[in-house]
């Protein structure tokens, strides 16, 4: 899919985390960096991929001051959050992987998380047959995404729709608020 998509499918996320000015965001998997629309003025933002090779392209690409990116698994990262998306990436972890990086989560980030992913179930036709294709191993029904989130956050699908331009997956967001 990527390639084929500009940073346009992370808008929503600016509204469902109500991103203002002061915010810290931090994005999980950001692979080449398209999150970073996400950052207007006055918004710092960190994409963290495990993938060296999308960092070196994202911070080409998109680096800036206030717009940086770390090759780094979550469970290193010491710097603290006002909000984090994960953006597609829920996909590739195991269920364990998913409480896991809850945990994290709630560790290193003060307010709400949203995650989004392609819907298995909304998919329709090429929808569907480019999700076959996808690497990812764990591709799972929304609601079952939510709940190995449940332990540490309080999750609920806000937005399903296709990506702007090309419509070749329909993705669903959340909003998923830190339990106390
Ligand atoms: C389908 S891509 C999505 C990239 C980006 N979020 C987007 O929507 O354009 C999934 C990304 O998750 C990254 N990833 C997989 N496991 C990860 C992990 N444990 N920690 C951080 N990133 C991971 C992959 O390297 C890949 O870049």
Partial sequence: MRGLCNGNYYLPVREILDIKPGDRILDVGCGTGEGSVMAGPGVEYLGIDTEPGYVEYATRAYGRPGVTFQHSDVHRVEASFTKAVV??????????????????????????????????????????????????????????????????????????????????????????????
């Fill in 87 to 180: 953006m597609c990436t829920l996909h590739h972890l195991s269920d364990d992987e998913v409480r896991k990086l809850a945990v994290r989560l709630r560790e290193i980030v003060s307010g709400d998380v949203s995650v989004a992913d392609p819907d298995p179930v909304e998919s329709r036709g090429i929808q569907r047959l480019i999700l076959s294709r996808d690497r990812g191993r764990y591709i799972r029904p929304i609601p079952d995404h939510l709940r190995l989130l449940g332990d540490s956050y309080r999750c609920r699908a806000v937005l399903t729709k296709d990506i702007p331009r090309l419509r070749l997956a329909r993705l669903t967001y959340s909003l998923c608020e830190p339990l106390s």
